[in-house]
């Protein structure tokens, strides 16, 4: 093998070496990106879960203030402003 073949395969690995690098970076990256956004969509259901409906609503759009499930069975919950 030339010098100028060692050379390139010296330079091709070393290429290589950075770019598996620069993968395993970004994998860890990704699981920390997607680690949080879970923690957060978990944070937000949990919101969600323990607020109460202000008001029901009906199929045709009507909307009543009482608690009559039979007649109004679509809960409606304000938004929490962040």
């Not at 970076?25 to 259901?45: C, G, I, K, S």
Request: one cysteine or more.
């Amino acid at each position: 093998m030339t010098p100028q073949q060692l050379n390139a395969m010296k330079m091709a690995l070393e290429k290589i070496a950075r770019v598996n690098a620069m993968d395993y970076e970004y994998q860890a990256w990704a699981r920390e990106a997607l680690a949080d956004h879970a923690m957060q969509e978990v944070q937000r259901l949990g919101q969600e879960i323990e607020q109460e409906p202000v008001a029901w609503m009906d199929a045709d759009g009507n909307v009543s203030d009482n608690n009559d499930h039979k007649c109004f069975p679509i809960p409606l919950y304000t938004k929490e402003q962040p």
